[in-house]
């Protein structure tokens, strides 16, 4: 029996029921593969529902206003996605007539469309022969032939493409594709996979020589930069706090946090509180900061160790003062509406621990 025949027939019976396989709406594929990079399943339903529910079809999301996509998105990181999810839904609209592109060429060329995704839409939207190469996929076909060149370099991912291109059924292609990934998911895990039961298992390269623990094969990436970030949150009566959007061309660009200094080391509270006073403050010596509660937050690229101070400035003797007494440009929000400005993941979880949001 071919691999196909196997894959598809254990795919049949095996599959979870999840609402973006029961369509061939493009807008509604793209939009759940875009999610589904981000997240396992089970976090990712509720975003696909949430969204499909808010923006049903791809012109009410390019009406909406950036800040509610990425508001919607929250918790999902990599906030570029979200931004060009909107951006390509803009295209599609002005460009397009609100129609997908049909062709993996014409998919390619949109903000945010890379080869897995066009492949995806065309495959699954349109019944197209393209393979997909997500990470389970990768993973997934490694063991099976026992590849090590590592899969994150050049030469793996075309090697592991091919190898997915000559597997793949014709007649099937979108049928296909979502059973090889749906393998990798349930069955080909990153850790303890279940070989035991495995349809492959007698002719998995990885399992058969027990090697499935160090293969797929990676090359180590550079270690992650510290960013150290010491964050002001003031308050006031009637539960009120202040908070800044993040405008410059860095992480969480359009999302909201509080007023923010940033230092390229460790440094001790003391150190700190002239230093805020001179570049945050007008007029004010000096502050006093409160006992900071810390946090640890890893991306992709970078470490974050942030603290969070609540302060007092006892120049301001009206909440509504606060403003003027400071060199950054901020709104003030009832703690009851902050749910309706986008934040990033770490003012999430500081926010819910500390005002249980």
């Known amino acids: 029996m071919k691999f196909s025949e196997i894959l598809l027939g254990w795919y049949s019976k095996n599959k979870r029921d999840l609402p973006w396989r ?16 981000q997240t396992r399943v089970e976090q990712g339903l509720s975003y696909y529902l949430k969204f499909v529910k808010k923006y049903p079809e791809i012109k009410s999301l390019a009406n909406a206003k950036e800040e509610d996509v990425l508001r919607l998105w929250q918790g999902l990181g990599y906030y570029s996605r979200a931004r060009n999810l909107h951006n390509t839904a803009n295209s599609i609209v ?5 129609q997908f592109p049909e062709t993996y060429s014409g998919l390619i060329k949109l903000k945010g469309i890379g080869e897995y995704t066009a492949a995806a839409i065309v495959s699954l939207a349109y019944n197209q022969v393209y393979p997909v190469a997500d990470g389970n996929v990768i993973r997934f076909l490694s063991r099976y032939f026992g590849i090590k060149t590592p899969v994150n370099s050049e030469q793996g991912k075309k090697e592991i493409l091919g190898l997915a291109g000559n597997l793949i059924d014709t007649k099937l292609p979108g049928e296909f594709n979502q059973a090889i990934m749906e393998f990798g998911a349930l069955y080909c895990k990153p850790k303890y996979p279940d070989c035991k039961d495995c349809v492959f ?5 990885a399992f058969k020589q027990n090697f499935i623990d160090v293969i797929p094969v990676k090359i180590r990436r550079t270690s992650r930069k510290k960013r150290y970030f010491h964050y002001l949150v003031i308050t006031g009566r009637n539960n009120s706090i202040y908070l800044k959007q993040r405008t410059e061309n860095d992480i969480w660009r359009n999302l909201y946090d509080f007023p923010l200094l ?22 004010i010596n000096e502050v006093d900061l409160a006992v900071p509660i810390e946090y640890k937050h890893v991306l992709t ?3 974050i160790f942030a603290r969070f101070y609540k302060i ?18 901020m709104i003030q929000v009832d703690t009851t509406e902050i749910h309706n400005y986008p934040v990033p993941r770490l003012m999430e979880k500081f926010l819910k621990n500390i005002y249980y949001l």
């Not at 002005?94 to 609100?98: E, I, L, P, S, Y």
């Not at 298992?201 to 390269?205: G, M, T």
């Not at 940033?262 to 403050?281: A, D, G, Q, V």
Request: charged share 30%; aromatic share 8%; proline share 4%.
């Open 22 to 37: 029961q369509t061939r709406d493009p807008y509604k594929i793209w939009l759940s593969e875009i999610i589904m990079q």
């Open 94 to 98: 002005k460009d397009f007539n609100g």
């Open 201 to 205: 298992n007698s002719e998995c390269l």
């Open 262 to 283: 940033e230092k390229e080391t460790k440094t001790t509270t003391n150190k700190l509180m002239k230093e805020i006073s001179e570049r945050l403050f007008v007029n």
């Open 301 to 303: 690229h970078q470490i």
């Open 312 to 329: 007092e400035i006892p120049e301001a003797t009206h909440f509504n003062r606060i403003p003027s007494l400071l060199k950054v440009n």
